[in-house]
């Protein structure tokens, strides 16, 4: 027992520096210190860094040895020997994945440890101070000043830790082990159709909050009465309870205090008789500020209703018709992991040219410069996380992983009027336990959020008997709000030419997203509309896709597969694809083909626009 002691109070600490605190409700909007720009990496594929040479972890032992890279270890002499030193290490640019950035890392998976030295000038012992990463894929282990902060994993959302014990005002610095092996087990899983970039994609930034501060908070139209504002706050802080939070909203006139209960909570409910709604061809946002005496946080935030009635998708209770397009977060211009707000002005400015009101965020949650300016520009956004394919559905753990991440990203992006779908999944093969897993997540979806749509890109089949008629059958269309599906008719099977014969037949009284469907062509490569890789060939399947999708009486909205090339590891072809997959409107040299005008002709001539 004398022995177990010790091990259980190290047990104790580990969890809770493990486990990762809530996260900052909008810290998008508030000032904070960036730490983006070069880190210094170290590449280090065996793990050296992490595991001593028993293959323990060095941060697991009360007494790493300078092997151990997050100690940052310095020689202490001529005599002393450490074989690593950050300092003289290249650097990467940070947000930025690192595939992109250094040729011989194109292909890299693995661990490699990034370093950044910081100052706090006006460091304050009173205040709180925390580290937030935007994203990092996949697995993140984050220690300041040689003190494990916490770890992370899944590589699309975001995670903030407290580390004001850790601070001083001068000579800190941050090491972040990133891993981004693919495992069996994980979300996603090993095979996707996407590169695996690694890195810390996205921005790393240090806040100073005071003592008690607002941790979280939501506020929307409410879902019955159009004329409330319903949401809630929590604060954090020793002085959380019975605290009086003031709610602002200029535009609308609006003071409203609320007092939190003994945890720090507090409801919301503010009638808003004169609001304007948030609309995609009116996008109105109102300025929103909560307040204490020390505390202050700002917002910009439309209010709108999303709902479905039969076989229609209401937006504010008009009929609305979504004309979209299925995006990867990626630049393919500049090559790499999309993260800016530039990045997000390239890609959904072409979607609006596209004639879209609407955008799939695939197949994991972009970067949050996305949400925030489709709030800005009027487009609905599809939001997705990465249950892909064959994920391992019996395993406990990787539930918890794919609702680890639902979670984070609903906490990040559910005060943006631009997102009314949850999307729970992608072609994910049929099975029981897949069923109860995905149930599972929709109904954590709900009960986080009840104010948007929950689907799932499905799969249709032909039925038995008679191969042009194509039928959903997937017990999972009967829990979702939508019944989305992907079909590739004329691609992965089926003659284009048949395409005006096929019939889609969905029996059930939900609205339907055509969540993909396309064909590859390299930009460029012109030829007879029935040879393939063609740009004539892309633009006959859209041609004959288009209006026989248009037949199906539930028909409320579709999203094809994709506005621009992509790369992928599966696309190895070396005359067609050289590592991309082809299906774009758009090539990596930002080159529209043929497709993209006879999408944004069909939407051009489709649909009402509330
Ligand atoms: C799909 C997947 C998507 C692929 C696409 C393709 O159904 O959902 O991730 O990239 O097909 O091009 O095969």
Aim: overall charge negative.
């Amino acid at each position: 027992m004398k022995k177990l002691i010790p091990l259980l109070l190290m047990l104790l600490a580990s969890t809770q520096l493990f486990s990762q605190e809530n996260l900052l409700q909008n810290a998008y909007s508030r000032d904070g210190s960036t730490l983006n720009g070069r880190w210094n990496y170290i590449l280090d594929p065996y793990e050296s860094g992490f595991y001593n040479y028993r293959r323990e972890p060095h941060d697991q032992s009360e007494n790493p040895g300078a092997g151990a890279y997050f100690l940052n270890s310095k020689p202490k002499d001529e005599t002393d020997r450490v074989e690593y030193d950050f300092d003289v290490a290249p650097t990467l640019v940070v947000p930025g994945d690192w595939n992109s950035q250094k040729e011989n890392l194109l292909y890299y998976e693995g661990t490699l440890w990034y370093k950044k030295s910081f100052d706090i000038p006006d460091f304050d012992a009173k205040k709180r101070y925390y580290l937030h990463f935007g994203a990092v894929n996949y697995f993140a282990d984050v220690y300041v000043n040689g003190k494990k902060l916490g770890t992370h994993r899944g590589g699309f959302t975001p995670f903030n830790f407290e580390m004001t014990e850790l601070l001083k005002a001068k000579d800190n610095f941050v090491i972040v082990r990133v891993d981004n092996k693919r495992a069996a087990d994980e979300v996603p899983t090993v095979s996707t159709d996407w590169w695996n970039y690694g890195g810390i994609t996205r921005g790393v930034t240090i806040y100073e909050l005071s003592q008690t501060f607002i941790e979280d908070y939501n506020l929307q139209l409410d879902t019955k009465n159009p004329s409330l504002l319903t949401g809630s706050l929590q604060l954090n802080g020793p002085a959380k309870a019975d605290t009086r939070v003031e709610i602002s909203i200029p535009g609308l006139k609006i003071k409203k205090s609320v007092t939190t209960d003994a945890e720090g909570f507090a409801t919301i409910e503010i009638p808003a008789k004169k609001l304007v709604r948030w609309t995609t061809t009116n996008p109105k946002r109102y300025a929103v500020t909560l307040s204490t005496d020390s505390d202050e946080i700002s917002d910009t935030i439309g209010f709108r209703n999303i709902a479905t009635k039969g076989s229609d998708i209401l937006l504010n209770k008009d009929k609305i018709f979504l004309k979209g397009i299925s995006i990867h977060e990626e630049n393919v211009m500049r090559g790499g992991r999309a993260y800016s707000m530039e990045d997000a002005r390239v890609l959904l400015g072409w979607a609006k040219e596209l004639g879209c009101n609407f955008v799939r965020l695939a197949h994991y949650p972009h970067n949050e410069n996305m949400v925030r300016l489709a709030d800005e520009l009027g487009l609905l956004v599809w939001e997705e996380i990465p249950v892909y394919w064959t994920i391992d559905w019996e395993n406990s753990k990787t539930y918890n992983r794919a609702e680890t991440q639902l979670k984070e990203v609903i906490a990040r992006d559910k005060n943006r009027a631009s997102v009314i779908i949850w999307s729970m999944a992608n072609e994910t093969p049929q099975s029981d336990a897949r069923l109860k897993f995905l149930t599972d997540l929709a109904n954590t979806t709900k009960s986080l959020d009840s104010t948007r749509l929950i689907t799932a890109a499905l799969e249709d089949h032909p039925s038995e008997g008679n191969k042009d008629k194509m039928v959903i059958e997937d017990k999972f269309a009967e829990v979702v709000d939508i019944v989305s599906f992907n079909q590739y008719y004329g691609w992965y099977g089926g003659a284009i030419e048949n395409l005006k014969n096929i019939r889609w037949e969905i029996d059930i009284d939900k609205p339907v997203i055509i969540s993909e469907f396309g064909a590859a062509a390299l930009q460029g490569n012109h030829g007879n509309k029935t040879e393939m890789w063609t740009e004539e060939n892309q633009e006959y399947l859209y041609e004959e896709t288009l209006p026989t999708l248009a037949k199906i009486p539930q028909l409320s909205g579709m999203t094809p597969w994709i506005l621009t090339d992509f790369r992928s590891p599966r696309r190895m072809h070396d005359v067609y694809q050289n590592g991309y997959n082809r299906k774009g409107l758009i090539s990596e040299t930002g080159d529209k083909k043929k497709a993209f005008y006879t999408l944004q002709d069909f939407y051009d001539g489709f649909g009402n626009e509330p």
